[in-house]
């Protein structure tokens, strides 16, 4: 029952949890979040929360480890106050990019932080658009993983483009391209791309036809724009006309900003599982996934299918 549901947020995106709870039709809960002065993170609730569904909003975005704590230590503190389920829903699952071993003596970063989460308490996980689809495999308890497709499908649909083809920035992105492409009705192409180096990537040749096309550059997140800059350079070579980027996680750091506005894209669409903050531009849009993360709270909160949303 709806009252029965609680929904607290950490730091990492306040206006995000505060838009979930308008659509859940619930205030956001009462909770103190900060630091002491030595920089540990404490947590004070203020709400009982004994015998209840809590939902936990905490991407783990940059600040990565500070949000990431605070995630932690908010899971303990529910779990302490005899919550009857804890639910962590992360917009952004921080760390996914470490999710196998690339060369030796190097961590599984993504395995470690499920069981993080896991240990500290969580009974279920919500996440969006993990960058590899075999982590929800790394958790131990139930994972339900969404898809911010509809909404970034429902945009273009709007847009009405034509000539339209979407394009996957590597080959891991294929299924990604593939999915939304078929709910636009059009093709898609492929970027073959070398990674030399961490945050580094170089574009190599266009695999599919792109010449005189309107393009969409599909990805899970542009962290420094270097691998969407770079393929929109490979593809104006291969004379394609418009250029629109397009992701569900815009990490944006180091030099982002820069490449996107000097780029020759388009537009840049993301949504706001990750707060931009103060790193504005024209080419950027901003596209709300509270209202589908409310949904899909709602159904685990009532039991009822979540897989139904993307039908």
């Known amino acids: 029952m709806i009252d029965e549901l609680k929904i607290f947020s950490g730091n990492a995106n306040l206006e995000l949890s505060e838009e979930i709870c308008k659509f859940v039709g ?67 699952y921080g760390y996914a990019r470490q999710d196998k071993k690339v060369q030796p003596r190097v961590p599984i970063s993504a395995k470690l932080v499920a069981d993080l989460i896991t240990v500290a308490g969580a009974h279920r996980v919500l996440v969006m658009d993990v960058h590899v689809g075999q982590i929800q495999g790394f958790f131990d308890i139930p994972v339900d993983h969404l898809f911010a497709a509809p909404v970034i499908i429902d945009y273009f649909k709007g847009k009405a483009i034509d000539n339209l083809v979407i394009v996957s920035p590597d080959a891991g992105g294929v299924e990604r391209a593939r999915a939304v492409a078929k709910r636009l009705n059009t093709t898609i192409a492929i970027i073959d791309k070398r990674r030399e180096k961490k945050n580094v990537a170089k574009a190599m040749h266009v695999i599919g036809n792109v010449h005189d096309k309107n393009l969409i550059l599909l990805d899970d997140m542009i962290d420094t724009a270097g691998s969407i800059t770079q393929a929109v350079g490979a593809l104006k070579k291969y004379g394609a006309k418009d250029i629109y980027a397009c992701c569900t996680h815009g990490v944006l750091s180091g030099k982002a900003m820069k490449r996107i506005d000097s780029s020759e894209l388009k537009e840049v669409v993301i949504t706001n599982t990750i707060p931009i903050g103060d790193k504005k531009s024209d080419k950027i849009m901003v596209l709300s996934v509270a209202e589908f993360l409310a949904k899909a709270i709602m159904r685990i909160h009532q039991e009822s299918s979540v897989s139904s949303l993307f039908v």
């Open 26 to 92: 619930i205030s956001l809960g009462n909770a103190e979040v900060g630091s002491f002065s030595d920089g540990e993170t404490c947590v004070q609730l203020n709400d009982n929360v004994r015998g209840a569904d809590v939902f936990l909003i905490q991407p783990t975005c940059p600040p990565t480890n500070q949000n990431l704590m605070e995630l932690l230590i908010m899971i303990d503190a529910v779990k302490r106050a005899s919550a009857r389920r804890i639910t962590a829903v992360i917009p952004y």
